[in-house]
Structures are given as C-alpha cells and as structure tokens.
T-cell receptor, first 112, second 114 residues
C-alpha cells in the first residue's frame, strides 16, 4: 500500500540553525500539506501546496518557514532560524483532489 | 479558538463492547468531517469520513454519525478490540477537496481492556 514517508524521524538542532524536513508524498497525489503537533496539543495546519505553489497557509507559517518541491517526488519544509517553540512533531500529508489526507509518520524536531 | 472540540481526553472500554467517541464543532462552515487514529510514534491514520449531506457512514466496525443541527459527530466502534487502543482525532474542513486545511480536535485516548 502506498504511503507518505518522512526523513529524518528525529532532528535535533541548536536555536537559530536552519533545518530542512523532507517528505515523499504518495506518487499520484496532487496536494501536499505540512502540519505540526506541539507536545500535548492538537495537530495544527501549517501550509498546503498545489501545482508548485502555496495554496493556503496559517498564521504559524511566517517568513521563517518555506516549502519546496525540488523534484517530482520530494516535498520539503525549511525553517530558516529555529526557535525553541518550533520544537514539535511535523507531519507531512498528501491527498488526491477529493479524498482524505494521508499522513506520514512525522519528524520530531527538538530545538535546544 | 477551539473550532473542533473533543471534550473527553480519555476513554476506557472493555473488549467486545461499544466505544463511542464524541466531537463537537463550532464553525457552521464545516462541511466534511474525518476521524483519524494515531499510535505513538506514528502519523495519524485515516479511519472514516462523512460529508454534511449524510447523517451516517459505516465501514466495518466503524460508524460515524453526524448531527448537523447540534454540530456534533460521534464515532462508534463495535466491537472494540485491544488493537483499537490509540488516540482518536476528529477533524473538519469547509469542503471535501484538495487544498483544504483540516482543523483537528485535541484527541481522545481510547484504551480497550481485554
């Protein structure tokens, strides 16, 4: 069964450093998303991406964040200068046009 | 702002009995609702969905009921099995199409006791 994959599973970084989280969505899906879940809180939408551009973004997705689909398979989330409060699980998801979103296993980001 | 609320953080049920997980929403624009299950160290796994034109959707042991006037939905699992023990998230969106951000509740931890 096709699945969304994410790397790395755990990323530890120093405050102020840049991190890139990587995702490989399901191959025939058209829409891609990033969500995050801070420990003990709900899963929150960050950004959606379609046709090589951002479709929607939340207020969390400020200028420190960017997304890219550098090739036909990868979908990345970059945080330019990490803050302590960026520590969270980051989930990538993908979907076809009218169906449910499938989530990856997540990347745990720890900012020290 | 909690647009999607799951007021029970946890629920314990005996194996073989019915599990009922509840979800309330406040945004009347929500038109499409989903339930996800999440095990530790894994991403949310889609379980079942329902659009506002229906009041019930069934898939095997899982049934979702939607009461649009009350802005309430529930997930019934019958019979409950130990493998169902997980955190269950209710999610909602204004429509069923791509590009739609899902708004999640905080989740309910279900424990099915053998």
């Amino acid at each position: 069964e096709p699945e969304v994959t994410q790397t790395p599973s755990h990323q530890v970084t120093q405050m102020g450093q840049e991190v890139i989280l990587r995702c490989v969505p399901i191959s025939n899906h058209l829409y891609f998303y990033w969500y995050r879940q801070i420990l003990g809180q709900k899963v929150e939408f960050l950004v959606s991406f379609y046709n090589n551009e951002i479709s929607e973004k939340s207020e969390i997705f400020d200028d420190q964040f960017s997304v890219e689909r550098p090739d036909g398979s990868n979908f990345t989330l970059k945080i330019r200068s990490t803050k302590l409060e960026d520590s969270a699980m980051y989930f990538c998801a993908s979907s076809e046009e009218y169906n449910e979103q499938f989530f990856g296993p997540g990347t745990r980001l720890t900012v020290l | 702002d909690q647009q999607v609320k799951q007021n029970s953080p946890s629920l314990s049920v005996q194996e073989g009995r019915i599990s009922i997980l509840n979800c309330d929403y406040t945004n009347s624009m929500f038109d499409y609702f989903l339930w996800y299950k999440k095990y530790p160290a894994e991403g949310p796994t889609f379980l079942i969905s329902i659009s506002s034109i229906k009041d019930k959707n069934e898939d095997g042991r899982f049934t979702v009921f939607l009461n649009k006037s009350a802005k309430h939905l529930s997930l019934h699992i019958v019979p409950s099995q130990p493998g169902d023990s997980a955190v269950y998230f209710c999610a909602a969106s204004p429509w069923n199409s791509g590009n739609t951000p899902l708004v999640f509740g905080k989740g309910t931890r279900l424990s099915v006791i053998a």
